[in-house]
């Protein structure tokens, strides 16, 4: 078994002693029961972490640690970046979750034509939130050091933009008819970025398809079956992280 993870703000230390406390400090000591001579590795979740030894305990919200050398893990070569339609009800947290666990780097929630869910005013700042505290979890609990970026909800223009500067723009689409490529034989780049749009139970729009395709993407199908949105990016990510030799 790896080392849990916590998330820390910085690496000051007093020598090699390292207290972690607040909530992630009271997890380690009160739900984690962590003992002296095991390990746990400190992330800011943006790369930078450290292996440390467990020394004790401080009451029951304080874990003191020894702390290793401070590393940072390299940005990723090529770069995933999933474009999410929003799913109904708690399907968004759920495709959030598994995309971390898998490894996608970056995560933007759209607004398409079909979606049946809003996000407006305080609902979706909330809703937005869930999906950040979703990635921060899942990325702790999958041993990562570098959580996935959950970029604030895109508009269809925005998603646009988004393609036509990456270098490798793909929409996986259900529509057998459209002529759409197998993702699993794509020429992919080994650096730079790709981005993946996912679209709605109700399937990406004839306008919308038509203005990412004009912004240099191309309809891509992951099989002979349609997957839920919830489930699409998931499986895209993974078929992507293989074929790309980042999980070699």
């Not at 799913?87 to 959030?96: I, L, M, N, S």
């Amino acid at each position: 078994m790896t080392a849990p993870v916590f998330v820390v703000e910085h690496f000051d230390a007093d020598g090699h002693r390292y207290v972690l406390d607040g909530p992630e400090g009271r997890h380690a000591v009160s739900v984690k029961r962590l003992q002296p001579g095991e390990e746990v590795v400190l992330t800011d979740g943006a790369g930078r972490h450290a292996v440390c030894e467990v020394i004790g305990t401080e009451g029951k919200d304080r874990l003191v640690v020894r702390l290793g050398t401070v590393a940072e893990e390299p940005e990723p070569a090529p770069r995933i970046t999933v474009v999410q339609a929003l799913p109904k009800g708690d399907r968004g947290e759920v495709a959030v979750e598994t995309m971390t666990e898998v490894g996608v780097d970056a995560v933007v929630p759209w607004q398409a034509a079909r979606c049946i869910t809003q996000w407006r005013g305080e609902r979706g700042l909330k809703a937005l939130g869930k999906w950040r505290a979703t990635a921060r979890e899942a990325g702790k609990q999958s041993r990562r050091v570098r959580f996935p970026e959950i970029a604030d909800a895109a508009t269809t223009k925005q998603v646009a933009a988004l393609l036509a500067g990456a270098d490798f723009a793909a929409v996986l689409h259900s529509d057998f008819e459209h002529g759409s490529a197998p993702l699993a034989t794509a020429e992919l780049p080994d650096r730079g970025e790709i981005v993946l749009v996912v679209g709605p139970e109700g399937g990406v729009s004839r306008d919308e398809l038509a203005l990412f395709e004009e912004a240099g993407a191309r309809a891509f199908v992951l099989g002979p079956s349609v997957l839920r949105t919830s489930t699409a990016g998931t499986a895209a990510t993974a078929l992507l992280l293989g074929r790309t030799g980042r999980w070699s």
